[in-house]
């Protein structure tokens, strides 16, 4: 098995007397979509807020290719490599594709005082890398707020990966799409992975991890209960493991097993 | 390769008119109600009022708001507003009283000194706002009444009890940088042109206007730079970014903070340079300077084409704005009309815009 990009190891995160994680393992080779998959509250957002930075674990270690690492600001985990699209995207509705693209790296042009945008070849990478995505803007000045909800997920992947991602966590972002659009970014996700970036895929929808996830890890109550391997695990067993097994079986018994 | 060209055509997206790209620059409506205002007094008022004269009796106002109003308006991109900039004007201007007539500091240090003391007080604005996360319209509205009464204390203490510091015209007579922040600059030119017949004159051979006032010259000049930051560079950028959702911009990596502490102090800046520059004028300072000044500067940002939740707005578009304010002042006393249709004229503005504004921002962002 080749090497993880990053690996964590026995994550706990308390906040003041609350456990939010409970020593959670983890890790995501080049190449690979690693699912991770939990019910609302089971500790997802805050696993991966430790991962990209926001927080840093009250014990437990990461590795980053490797090495043992602790980053103490988003930015720093950035600039190694670890983009995370957050749900809210990070997207202003009101600034163009462009102006959203580069938002914090603006290419420029020129020195001292005469330092400005590179506009034009802001314009040219943003058509040409959402070009790569399957997305044709009808002109780079659009504002994403014209966008649908699926398009803008794609800017903010195109975006990550152009940033050089080496690691891509996608915070549920299939939650809010439809069927289309939902099956679109799957695709894009898909398309990501082929260039050798790992992706974590965060999601409490079975089906849409299990159509593109190389690995499953279900977490629930701050704890993981195991990864499975693609093959190895249906749907249904990975929906019981989600909400703690019994409780959903008593569930399906009144739904007519809908859910 | 082909096949990538013709899917590069969406066949649900018919071709943008002229006017839809028009519609989506912030700054348009200011520039119709200049058009608009323009073509009211040209047929109401005394043909007068767009003399050269004219001209400069209304720009001159307008160009000592649309200072404030620019910097407000970058602001208020950022997402924030600063309702302390009139009393900041009255405070300012009592700093550089004290410095340049009772210090007797000459320019090269009060100037400097002054727009220090006011840029430690807009970051002491933005800190606060930040750190508290409160509304920056009541912290700032707590400003406005803090460094009123500050200038009227103040300036008790420093003249022995009067409202009002003298003698700022004199302490400043001579010093070399006192033509670029007092009376007119190009005067030569208009000598000669008025000699030559160009520009009308008086009798005696001086030209009627002998120059263009230097306010007016600081307000074009920091409406161009404004403009070029916003939209030419990574600032600018970070300004848009950071007023159209925070917490998007700083998961980018924008500096958030950095950002709106600069901005606050920016608008603390403008008002200290339309204090320095009317205190000179005027020879004196006194408490009521700047009085209203943040809400007239809020309108001409709104005029202008920004939007009250942040995020979208133009420099250029608070110049117009300005425009107009200095025209409906101004131009009123050229006309029959009362001059107190000011205020009316002024709130119609104002509403016409935000109803205008509104508009305009579901048709950029295409909200249905």
């Not at chain 1, 990070?90 to 600034?95: E, Q």
């Not at chain 2, 084409?305 to 995020?311: A, I, K, N, P």
């Given at each position: 098995m080749t090497q993880p990009i990053i690996h964590m190891e026995s994550i706990k995160k308390h906040f003041g007397n609350v456990i939010a994680l409970n020593g959670v393992t983890f890790d995501v080779t080049p190449g690979e979509c690693h699912c991770l998959l939990g019910d609302n509250g089971a500790g997802k957002s805050t696993f991966i807020k430790t991962m990209s930075g926001v927080h840093k674990p009250t014990a437990g270690e990461i590795f980053f290719e490797g090495k043992p690492l602790s980053f103490d600001s988003p930015r720093e985990a950035m600039e190694a490599g670890i983009a995370t699209v957050f749900q809210d995207l990070?997207?202003?509705?009101?600034?163009?594709v462009t102006r959203n693209f580069f938002m914090g790296r603006e290419p420029t042009k020129g020195r001292g005082l005469t330092k400005r945008l590179d506009i034009d070849r802001a314009n040219e990478i943003t058509m040409e890398e959402m070009r790569k995505m399957g997305i044709n803007l009808r002109a780079p000045d659009q504002a994403v707020g014209t966008l649908s909800g699926g398009e803008r997920q794609t800017v903010a992947i195109a975006r990550a990966v152009y940033f050089g991602a080496k690691v891509l966590i996608l915070d549920e972002p299939t939650s809010a799409l439809g069927v289309r659009q939902t099956s679109n970014v799957l695709s894009t996700i898909a398309r990501v992975r082929e260039q050798g970036v790992g992706v974590v895929f965060i999601s409490h929808n079975v089906r849409h991890a299990m159509a593109v996830g190389d690995r499953f890890t279900v977490l629930n109550r701050g704890q993981t209960l195991g990864t499975a391997v693609k093959g190895e695990i249906t749907s249904a067993e990975l929906q019981d493991l989600m909400a703690g097994g019994q409780e959903l079986a008593q569930l399906e018994g009144s739904l007519g097993g809908t859910i | 390769m082909s096949a990538e060209n013709l899917s590069q055509q969406d066949e649900r997206i018919r071709a943008e008119s002229l006017a839809t790209k028009l519609m989506k620059k912030p700054e348009l409506g200011a520039i119709g109600g200049v058009v608009l205002v323009t073509l009211f007094f040209l047929a109401t008022a005394d043909s007068a009022m767009f003399t050269l004269s004219g001209i400069m009796n209304f720009m001159t106002p307008a160009a000592q708001l649309g200072i404030l109003g620019i910097a407000a308006a970058m602001l208020m991109i950022g997402g924030e507003f600063d309702l302390s900039i009139g009393s900041m004007v009255a405070f300012a201007g009592m700093v550089f009283g004290v410095f340049t007539v009772?210090?007797?500091?000459p320019l090269i240090f009060a100037i400097p000194l002054t727009m220090a003391f006011a840029a430690l007080i807009g970051a002491l604005n933005g800190a606060i706002v930040l750190r508290t996360g409160l509304p920056s319209f009541i912290v700032t509205l707590a400003g406005l009444f803090i460094l009123r009464g500050a200038s009227l204390v103040g300036l008790k203490l420093f003249t022995g009890g009067s409202t009002q510091l003298r003698g700022v015209r004199d302490a400043v007579e001579g010093d070399f940088l006192a033509p670029l922040f007092s009376g007119d600059a190009f005067t030569g030119l208009f000598g000669w042109l008025a000699s030559i017949g160009v520009i009308d004159s008086f009798k005696s051979g001086t030209p009627k206007v002998p120059g263009i006032p230097v306010e007016i010259l600081w307000f074009v000049a920091i409406a161009l730079v404004a403009t070029y930051i916003l939209v030419r560079t990574p600032v600018g950028n970070w300004v848009f970014a950071t007023g159209g959702d925070t917490n998007a911009a700083k998961n980018s990596g924008v500096p958030v903070r950095g950002v709106k502490i600069s901005l606050f102090m920016l608008t603390a800046c403008a008002a200290s340079l339309v204090a320095i520059i009317t205190v000179i004028d005027a020879g004196s300072t006194d408490a009521r300077r700047g009085f209203m000044k943040e809400f007239e500067a809020i309108i001409t940002a709104v005029i202008g084409?920004?939007?009250?939740?942040?995020?979208y707005g133009s420099a250029i578009g608070a110049f117009f704005g300005a425009i107009i304010f200095g025209m409906v002042t101004i131009g009123l006393t050229y006309t029959d009309f009362d001059q107190d249709w000011f205020q009316i004229f002024l709130g119609g503005m104002l509403l016409l815009a935000v109803v205008f504004n509104n508009v305009i921002r579901k048709r950029v962002t295409g909200e249905r």
């Open positions: 990070a997207m202003i509705p009101l600034m163009s | 009772n210090l007797g500091l084409g920004c939007l009250l939740t942040g995020g």
